[in-house]
Structure formats: structure tokens, C-alpha cells
């Protein structure tokens, strides 16, 4: 069965932290894994793929398919960087749904 | 990339009546899908909407419930039918891209009374 799975659901850290967003993934094929992010008021957007392996707002998120995680990282947070987080995963063949997990609400503290 | 717009972008509605939600994408994709986000909670996905065949309903998810339409590659629309409280929620449609990645519309927060 794909499951995505964010164990955290609250995850504070001051400015200029290090931020790791943990996600874990169950799936049976070979998934494409995403991270989205949902700014307070705005719509839900694509913040990376692990396929593209680039770095978006300072974030980078390395497949790590021995430990099936898709962690995503930054060195240095910053406020702006409050928002909600979504992993997901989709089969790699394309024109699959996604599959969520629950999120990590992410609060940079000044 | 794609821009996706939806209506209404809120409603309040009373139990027993129905709601039509539309998304409108600005190029032609193949796939649309219909996903809800219950408060608090993560994103579940409806259906899976192609043009020109039957919507795919995920478990949980019934045809006469949701209604879903796609006349052509740049339209869709939901229907939340014979609601009841529990059907509050926020309705997001997303499209796939030639990119293999998905793109979501503002969605449409729904509030049954």
C-alpha cells in the first residue's frame, strides 16, 4: 500500500536554524516523491521534486530509497519559511494521483 | 506550469442541497483530479477525472455523491451532493503537466449548515 508518512505535526525553530522535515514513504514500485508547501492564504504549490535534485528557497531533499525517506532540509530558516509542508509520493510512470501525508507546520521564530 | 482557477472560491450551504464546484485550467491536460481537505487534516483524493471516459472514484468516494463532469481538456466540475455537515471541507482540483507534476487550484472552501 503507498502511505506517505510525516511524523511531526508542529515543528518550531529560531531563525537562522538548521530545519529538517521528516517523511518516510511506503510504496511498492519506484515513487516520485514531492515536497508542497501551503503559505498562510495562498494555494497549495510545489515547492521540489526529488527527480529535478534542486534546490528551491534555500531547500533540498535528498531520496534516500535504503531508509525509504525523503527528508526535506535547509541550513538556515527563515520566517517567510512558516508555512505548512506536505510530502507526497506518486507512481513514476506519471498520470498517478498523489498520495499526502498529513503535513508539518512549519513556525520560524524571530 | 499551469493556472488553475476554481468556483466558487467559498460557500455556505444548508444540509440537503448540492454544490457544483468548476475548475477551468488555462492549456489542455489529460488529467484533472478532485481532492478534499477535511479540517486539520491532509489532502484525500476523490477522483481521478479524464476527458471522454467515467471518473475513477477512490474508496470511500461514490459517483452519486460526487458527480464529477470533464466535457473537454480544460474543465471539470464537482458536485457535492445532498450535503450534510460533515461534508465541510475545502475542495481543491489539480492537473498534471507535461512535467509529470501536479498543479493545484486555489480550492473552494465549503461550509454545510
Known amino acids: 500500500a503507498q502511505r506517505v508518512t510525516q511524523p511531526e505535526k508542529l515543528l518550531s525553530v529560531f531563525k537562522g536554524a538548521p530545519v529538517e522535515l521528516k517523511c518516510n514513504y511506503s510504496?511498492?514500485?519506484?515513487?516520485?516523491l514531492f515536497w508542497y508547501v501551503q503559505y498562510s492564504r495562498q494555494r497549495l504549490q510545489l515547492l521540489l521534486r526529488?527527480?529535478s535534485r534542486e534546490s528551491i528557497k534555500g531547500f533540498t531533499a535528498d531520496l534516500n530509497k535504503g531508509e525509504t525517506s525523503f527528508h526535506l532540509k535547509k541550513p538556515f530558516a527563515q520566517e517567510e519559511d512558516s508555512a505548512m509542508y506536505y510530502c507526497a509520493l506518486s507512481g513514476i510512470s506519471g498520470n498517478t494521483p498523489l498520495v499526502f501525508g498529513k503535513g508539518t507546520r512549519l513556525s520560524v521564530i524571530a | 506550469s499551469a493556472v488553475i482557477s476554481q468556483k466558487p472560491s467559498r460557500d455556505i450551504c444548508q444540509r440537503g442541497t448540492s454544490l457544483t464546484i468548476q475548475c477551468q485550467v488555462d492549456?489542455?491536460?489529460?488529467?484533472m483530479f478532485w481532492y478534499r481537505q477535511q479540517p486539520g487534516q491532509s489532502l484525500t483524493l476523490i477522483a481521478t477525472?479524464?476527458?471522454?471516459?467515467?471518473?475513477?472514484?477512490e474508496s470511500g468516494f461514490v459517483i452519486d455523491k460526487f458527480p464529477i463532469s470533464r466535457p473537454n481538456l480544460t474543465f471539470s466540475t464537482l458536485t457535492v451532493s445532498n450535503m450534510s455537515p460533515e461534508d465541510s471541507s475545502i475542495y481543491l482540483c489539480?492537473?498534471?503537466?507535461?512535467?509529470?507534476?501536479?498543479?493545484f487550484g486555489p480550492g473552494t472552501r465549503l461550509l454545510v449548515l
Open positions: 477525472a479524464n476527458q471522454g471516459s467515467e471518473a475513477t472514484y
Open positions: 526529488h527527480i
Open positions: 510504496y511498492s514500485g519506484s515513487p516520485e
Open positions: 492549456s489542455q491536460v489529460t488529467m
Open positions: 489539480s492537473v498534471e503537466t507535461g512535467e509529470e507534476t501536479q498543479y
